[in-house]
Nanobody, 121 residues
Framework: QVQLVESGGGLVQAGGSLRLSCAAS????????MSWYRQAPGKQRNLVAT???????NYADSVQGRFTISRASAKNTVYLQMNSLKPEDTAVYYC???????????????WGQGTQVTVSS
């Protein structure tokens, strides 16, 4: 069984910073891409940032230059450093990982439970 557990969400004023973490645990052979998504109330879940196993990153236009995604592969952990936060960044942030399980050697899409980020104006 593979689990993703997020942490680091909270309430911050506009212009502030937060750092999200997501740790994968369980029967893991390897992890391909790791990503962060977010979902605001009444809206669809959207991709925020992705980092591949090679360290290549990609960002949504709305967070480019403000957010930084990184990963510690040895720890099966991905981070999202969020700077210059805006009220429109308020959402539940979800971790996603393409995990190859150790038992069957198959890649499956895994999600964390989500962590709330609220940015006040």
């Amino acid at each position: 069984q593979v689990q993703l557990v997020e942490s680091g969400g909270g309430l911050v004023q506009a212009g502030g910073s937060l750092r999200l973490s997501c740790a994968a645990s369980g029967s893991i052979l390897s992890i391909n891409a790791m990503s962060w998504y977010r979902q605001a109330p009444g809206k669809q879940r959207n991709l925020v940032a992705t980092v591949t196993s090679y360290g290549r990153t990609n960002y949504a236009d709305s967070v480019q230059g403000r957010f930084t995604i990184s990963r510690a592969s040895a720890k099966n952990t991905v981070y999202l450093q969020m700077n210059s936060l805006k009220p429109e960044d308020t959402a539940v942030y979800y971790c996603n990982a393409d995990v190859v399980d150790a038992q069957w050697g198959r890649a499956t899409d895994r999600w964390g439970q989500g962590t709330q980020v609220t940015v006040s104006s």
